[in-house]
């Protein structure tokens, strides 16, 4: 039986998702979006359950992408490159349209590709000294997919600005245009409820109308941005930058 890297938890109305590869700072896999991917699609057949949490296990939200999964990127095809990509962005479509809230709780460096959970939520709450960000321009890579996933909530030019910023560490009484709220860690878990409760106080399904409402449109303006991205990403892990950027980090790591 395939390991599951998430930790679930359903209470009442709230699902509390929790990637759970503690190990590898909770570094995203293709078996992880799969997972997530999957629970997403069937958590709607329940009407039990609305309200999605999503968080990292132990200190970390997640590191991106698994440094190992992607050094082994150039030598796939680039069908298979394409396929994994498309994965990715079928997860942010479901993040994107899920009708009811979502709320994402970062506990900790959520870094790279760990961005598309911060722009597809309805609210953020964030740790303060939590490292932010995208250091994929350090690497010599161009995020296509998670750039255009940014951009759903921050519009083209902002996510420009976020992506090549770099990592950044948040700071209580700042702003990030991924985060909605930045509290210290002696706050922060209680706040993560007060949110939780201020949700189930609103109808939600008039929630989700207006939800559904609004984002529908703007995937429909996004969708063809994605279809080149998708295309662009996986061009993009054929280059030297790419291969002499992930030797470097794994020599770092060693």
Avoid at 36 to 43: A, V
Wanted: hydrophobic share 45%; with cysteine; charged share 20%.
């Amino acid at each position: 039986m395939k390991k599951s890297l998430l930790n679930i938890q359903a209470s009442g109305d709230v699902i509390r998702i929790i990637i759970s590869n503690p190990k590898n700072k909770n570094a995203l896999s293709p078996e992880i979006f799969e997972q997530l991917s999957e629970f997403i699609s069937n958590t709607l057949w329940y009407d039990s359950h609305k309200l999605l949490l999503i968080t990292g296990e132990g200190d970390s939200f997640s590191a991106g992408a698994d440094i190992t999964y992607l050094s082994q990127l150039p030598h796939l095809t680039l069908q298979k490159r394409i396929n994994n990509c498309q994965s990715v962005v079928d997860l942010i479509k479901k993040l994107y349209l899920y009708p009811y809230p979502v709320i994402v709780a970062v506990n900790g460096p959520a870094i790279g590709a760990a961005t598309i959970f911060l722009a597809t939520a309805d609210f953020v709450i964030a740790k303060e000294g939590a490292l932010i960000g995208n250091p994929e321009f350090s690497i010599g890579f161009a995020p296509f997919v998670t750039f255009t996933a940014i951009a759903l909530r921050t519009g083209l030019e902002g996510a420009l600005r976020i992506v090549s910023a770099g990592p950044v560490s948040l700071k209580q009484g700042t702003s990030h245009p991924l985060i909605d709220l930045i509290l210290p860690e002696n706050a922060f878990h209680t706040e993560i409820e007060n949110i939780i409760n201020r949700f189930r106080n609103i109808n939600l399904r008039a929630f989700s109308k207006l939800k559904l409402f609004a984002r529908k449109k703007k995937w429909q303006d996004f969708a063809p941005l994605f279809e080149d991205a998708i295309e662009l990403n996986a061009k993009e892990y054929e280059t030297q930058d790419f291969s002499r950027g992930i030797e470097k980090v794994l020599k770092h790591l060693k």
